[in-house]
Structures are given as C-alpha cells and as structure tokens.
C-alpha cells in the first residue's frame, strides 16, 4: 500500500524514507523528497519539504490504505499542483522578460533611426524699450 500511495511522487521525485518508533506505540513515517537523477525537473524549496505523518502503526496503515482519498494522497496532489504552477509561473515569467527586452530592443532601433526634432526658433530678446514707453515714466506690465 505505501509503494501505491506514493507513485505520484515517484512519478516527480526520487524519495527517501525515515521511520522512527516512538515510546508511547507511536510511529512516525517522515517521507523526504529529491530531485530524481536524470529529470529535467528542478523543484522548488516548497515541493522537496518532508512529509511527516505521526500516529499509530495501524493509523498509518489504514490512511495509506486510502491512497488518494487519504491525506497523504491529498498532499501529494497538491505540491504536484503546486509544482505545475510555479513551472508555469516560470515560464511566463520567462515568455515575458523575451517579449519586454524585444520590445525595448525595437524601441530603442525606433529612437535611433527617426531624426532628432529640430529645436523651436529663439527668437533673440528685444533690448529696445516698447513703442509707447516714456522717458520719464517706469515700465508698466499692464
């Protein structure tokens, strides 16, 4: 039953196994994943975290024995859900830093090729006074 339960991670992961007996009759199956030689898969921090179900032998037993529908298989399916998203994510991320440096790269080839605009005129200021200024009068601005 634990080699059913587990084949969707086998599917993803090379896995190792840590079973300690406790004083009180408990056990304690700690499930560690890893990359498995040869994938192309890399996980994440989140997908390689180690599973660990405490309860009795007969406990585990009977959780394992549920395969999917159990907890375990619960948890399987969703850092397996996990694991698509974030490739996912990634490549998205990966499709979106393309698109933007190509766009960049285009605009930047846009820039240099249109002509630089031509400053407006400065028309030189005037030091004359205006037409109706008088000799004896200060300046108005109205």
């Known amino acids: 039953m634990l080699i059913t339960a587990l084949m969707p991670l086998l599917e993803r992961y090379a896995l190792g196994f840590d079973?300690?007996?406790?004083t009180?009759?408990?056990v304690?199956?700690?499930i560690i994943p890893r990359k498995a030689e040869g994938s192309a898969h890399s996980p994440e921090t989140a997908e390689i975290r180690p599973i660990s179900i405490t309860a009795s032998a007969v406990e585990i037993d009977a959780e394992l024995g549920r395969g999917m529908e159990g907890a375990l298989g619960q948890l399987i399916t969703a850092r397996k859900a996990l694991g698509d998203q974030i490739?996912?994510?990634k490549q998205a991320a990966e499709e979106?830093?393309?698109a933007a440096a190509l766009a960049a790269k285009a605009k930047s080839a846009a820039v240099t090729k249109s002509a630089a605009p031509a400053?407006?005129?400065k028309t030189p200021a005037s030091s004359a006074p205006p037409a109706a200024a008088k000799a004896d009068e200060p300046a108005s601005l109205w």
């Not at 079973?19 to 406790?22: C, K, P, Q, V």
């Open 19 to 22: 079973l300690i007996a406790g």
């Open 24 to 26: 009180d009759g408990s």
């Open 28 to 30: 304690t199956l700690t």
């Open 87 to 89: 490739a996912e994510q």
């Open 96 to 98: 979106a830093r393309t």
């Open 119 to 121: 400053e407006p005129a």
